[in-house]
């Protein structure tokens, strides 16, 4: 499933490993009003910030896009025919006893689309290194984690074990911190310690300053790729950094965009920003190319509702 804007080709497959949720986007105008009804449009659609990042990278041409990913009973079938839709290999681990992770989405509209998540992982906090296995990476050229599985001890085990594999084989690995709230719980020098061994972080304007205690996002994406060898840190409108040993070496501006909703726009550039570096032709390796193409998918982003691509999130 090739996007309208994506490079195509394919250099390889990809292995997600991550969230699977069911996201309840709830668009509403100004602040709720506590002891009463405030109108909202609301949508329950799949998510998580792994199935996102697999979704788009389909949808930007790339033609092996794998997940691994854990469930619960109750929506398992749906969640793998939404993934199934969008052109991703799932392999769902169906949970015994924990429901499907649920996420509240409140999207302000009067605030461009800023939105509040309040999150029950279910689950996907379950997933761990009884569900892993190395045949995953067969034919595999980079395997991508969601950084959701840091915060939790089965995800930061599996983690552990699917960064060796991929080291043991040469596989590059790419990690998105995914939440700068978890983070500041998690413990910034944790993180980084858990994320050694990973080629590129992928980490939003505001993690990127949390993980290194500056408040500048320059000073801050070039202090991280002292740490981490490529750092491609997103900075909402006005596009992205690319950082390589300790400078930046890439700004990517941002594309004019609709904004309805900026849930998956991250989740959309990492999407895309992977499916150019695996790609043979366009973008190639080089990473400054492939963070225009994850511009171009975060501005088709935010026009939608939810995190998948146009067209792909049917309601559950």
């Avoid at 309208?4 to 602040?31: E, F, K, M, S």
């Avoid at 619960?72 to 969640?79: D, L, N, P, R, V």
């Avoid at 296995?133 to 074990?161: E, I, K, N, Q, W």
């Amino acid at each position: 499933m090739t996007g309208p804007a994506g490079p195509g080709g394919t250099g390889g497959a990809l292995l997600v490993v991550g969230d699977v949720v069911t996201d309840v986007v709830a668009r509403h105008r100004g602040l709720p009003v506590p002891g009463t009804d405030t109108a909202a449009a609301i949508r329950t659609v799949p998510g998580g910030a792994g199935a996102n990042v697999a979704c788009w990278a389909a949808h930007w041409g790339l033609e092996d896009v794998r997940l691994l990913g854990r469930v619960g009973a109750e929506s398992a079938a749906w969640h793998e025919r939404e993934l199934t839709a969008c052109g991703v290999r799932a392999r769902l681990v169906v949970d015994p006893d924990a429901p499907t992770g649920t996420v509240i989405c409140l999207v302000d509209t009067d605030a461009s689309g800023e939105r509040t998540f309040l999150t029950d992982s279910g689950a996907s906090l379950r997933l761990g290194p009884g569900d892993w296995s190395p045949a995953l990476l067969d034919g595999v050229a980079r395997l991508h984690l969601s950084g959701y599985l840091l915060f939790s001890a089965t995800g930061r085990a599996l983690v552990s074990v699917a960064v060796a594999a991929a080291r043991a084989r040469a596989v590059p690995v790419s990690l998105d911190p995914a939440s700068a709230g978890f983070l500041s719980v998690l413990g910034t020098e944790r993180f980084l310690t858990l994320a050694e061994g990973v080629d590129v972080l992928l980490p939003s304007r505001d993690e990127a300053c949390l993980l290194t205690g500056l408040s500048e996002p320059e000073e801050a994406a070039a202090a991280l790729s002292r740490r981490v060898p490529l750092v491609v840190a997103t900075q909402g409108a006005r596009g992205a950094l690319v950082a390589v040993s300790g400078a930046v070496r890439g700004r990517v501006p941002a594309l004019p965009a609709a904004l309805r909703d900026t849930t998956g726009a991250g989740d959309a550039f990492t999407g895309a920003f992977l499916a150019a570096l695996l790609s043979g032709a366009g973008a190639g390796a080089d990473p400054v190319a492939a963070a225009r193409e994850g511009c171009r998918a975060g501005a088709l982003a935010v026009g939608e509702v939810g995190g998948r691509p146009p067209g792909s999130a049917r309601a559950g």
